[in-house]
């Protein structure tokens, strides 16, 4: 252990920068359960996906094995730009809530994105480009991911495409201009532009669209136009690898001052940022060579993990996405209105979940204005404005933090602040004006929507 003061921020040189992605499923035993094509009940083969996905990302999506996956040098140079993000010692936070924990975290809102999808964003737009590619669709719900690819596609030259959910395309236009200012084409959806889009607008007049509907029609639109593919932002393998740049500068600063994290904790929607901020410590933990206490947070109106089901299920609403294995709430599941957009995902990562099956991770389902206090309580003495989806990592390590105050443990927890809350200010509004609802769903409700899983196995 070093005598040196902790700084209040641990950056990193440019040669301590990580030059890899790391591969958490080389180390995995037993290996998350593969993609199923929903026609044969198989798993999705290279050849299936191609017309979807880029080549080099099915490869990642399907490599179980390779450990260390070499971060390309143009991803490297742009990550230079925004990266290494701060690891901060939160003194002030510790100093108010008069504990013995030290608390650190990690802040991925420094960019104009706003979040840690930026990450993944890049590396998708750069293997889109090196495959000759004219552009990439995606869907966009509250527009975190959307506002990312757009930024990733200007840099690469890529044409954008973004479906975004139409209720969020007309009630939050800020990131919408985002999005437009770096190039993206921005479509409300459901749309007349595609087939499935004119579909639902016959049988739905006056729908406001959901996810599910922005996926297929961006999975329509990426394989109906020459040079196109699709992209997705969370839950794949692929995206939880990019993800691991968080967690390797993590490892990487805390290891330069000897500190050892005793939690680790994260904010779970489909499992990107906290399978990234925790990989390289869960690999350790697999090698049997250092053991943390690991802790994924979810919204209570959302708990795919603390009262979902390890099934197979469809991806998407639509159900034209492959069939993924992970703890999910149904395909169908439309949660109550909740802030933390990010977090309202049915499922969660195959890789989370054969983790959290295995033991190796717990989760926690917390409410909404409990998150909201939390957000409040450290934007006041660290200075940031944390997005709600960020908070909810927030409100575990406070409460973690106040249990070594009563125990006197000197804990060291280490936190994911995944972004920014600038354009989340209207669930602030609800929060200060004191309308904002704690809605958590019945058991039968959640029974009801997990009687849809298709039957596998
Ligand atoms: C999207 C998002 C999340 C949740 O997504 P994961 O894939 O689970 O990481 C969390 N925080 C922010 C700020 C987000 O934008």
Redo the contacts with the bound molecule.
Sequence with gaps: MTTEKIPYKIYLEEHEMPTHYYNLRADMKKKPAPLLNPGTGQPLTFEEMQPIFCDELIKQELDDETQNVPIPQEIRDFYKMYRPSPLVRAYCLEERLDTPAKIYYKF??NNTS????LNSAIAQAYYAKQQGLKGITTETGAG??GTALSMACSYFQLDCKVYMVKVSYEQKPFRREVMRTYGASITPSPSDTTNIGRKILEEFPGTTGSLGCAISEAVEVATTNEGYRYVL???LNQ?LLH?SIIGLETKTAMDKYGIKPDMIIG????????GGLIAPFMGEKLRGEADYQIIAVEPASCPSFTRGKYVYDFADTGKVCPLAKMYTLGSGYIPAPNHAG??RYHGMSPILSEIYDQGLMEARAVAQTDVFEAAEEFARVEGILP?P??AHAIKVAIDEAKKCKETGEEKTIVFGL??TGYFDLVAYQKYNDGVMDDYVPTDEEIAASLATVPQIG
Excluded: F, I, Y
Excluded at 267 to 274: E, Y
């Design positions: 991925e809102g706003g979040s840690h999808k975190q991911w932002g969370s839950v995206v993800q904010s779970a929607g489909g499992g990107s940022n906290l990010g977090l997005a989806e960020s995944t972004g």
